[in-house]
């Protein structure tokens, strides 16, 4: 392919061109410099889902779906690293959604064609998801439920503590990556006399840290949803899988004695 001409391009379009250029050189530089390896472990759990993906065989739902949560997760960590934390986590928050679907949809065949036709049977009945309101309906699921029914309050991913004071934590980090997206004036990318996002290290590792508990809660969520697949890894898949994509130690223990 030719090397694009910058000097034939319009005023503004090469203006434009020339400005993102250099921040997002700029941004990128100072993540990678910062964080490489957290990037590094970033990286290697996204390559996880490729794992899962092999050990479907022929599902036409899987096939088109767990490649769409790799690439939600990896367009993520791109936005992140050029300093636009708000698309960053509009990319967690889809990565998390796809997921959820694709759980609900495997036992769902019917209503995944009508989704993938653009059916959107559930809006009034059901409220804005496939799976309804809220994520009540992954606690139905039996490994689910079992797993997280005797954790402690403050490790319970998809319902509340007795108190309801912790736990939901899936319920948690969706309302947060909500809160970014439908922008309070602490998240906007601009400022009085700046336009171009900036790179900014407070908000790299708190991406850094939602990335990291998403990919822990979505992982989780795989592996009780379809411990069959899980268990057709190899030991030494299943124990990467647990050790950097789960890494919770109680969370290992239990997936252990659920499965």
């Not at 130690?249 to 252990?256: E, F, G, P, Q, T």
Request: charge should be positive; hydrophobic fraction near 35%.
């Amino acid at each position: 392919m030719a090397r694009i001409n910058v000097s034939t391009f319009p005023r503004m379009l090469k203006s434009v061109h020339n400005a993102q250029k250099k921040w997002r050189q700029q941004n990128y530089e100072n993540s990678i410099t910062k964080f490489k390896d957290e990037i590094e472990k970033t990286l290697e759990i996204l390559n996880f889902y490729g794992k899962w993906k092999s050990k479907f065989s022929g599902q036409k739902i899987t096939d088109k779906m767990i490649p769409e949560i790799f690439m939600d997760g990896l367009s993520s960590l791109h936005f992140a690293l050029w300093g636009q934390y708000k698309y960053a986590n509009m990319g967690l928050r889809s990565q998390l959604e796809t997921a959820l679907r694709l759980i609900y949809f495997m036992d769902h065949p019917r209503e995944y064609e009508w989704w993938l036709s653009g059916n959107e049977w559930y809006k009034g009945q059901k409220g804005a998801y496939v799976w309804g309101d809220d994520f009540n309906y992954f606690k139905q699921i039996d490994k689910i439920n079992k797993f997280d029914k005797n954790l402690a309050g403050e490790k319970k991913i998809y319902s509340s503590s007795s108190s309801g004071k912790s736990g939901n934590l899936l319920k948690e980090i969706y309302g947060k990556l909500s809160k970014s997206i439908h922008t309070s004036a602490q998240h906007f990318q601009t400022s009085i006399g700046r336009f171009s996002p900036k790179y900014s290290m407070s908000k790299m590792e708190t991406w850094l840290k939602s990335c990291k508990d998403l990919q822990c809660y979505i992982i989780v969520s795989l592996i009780l949803s379809f411990p069959k697949e899980f268990k057709k890894m190899s030991s030494i898949e299943r124990s990467t899988i647990l050790t950097k994509g789960v890494v919770d130690s109680v969370y290992i223990k239990k997936i252990n004695e659920v499965i």
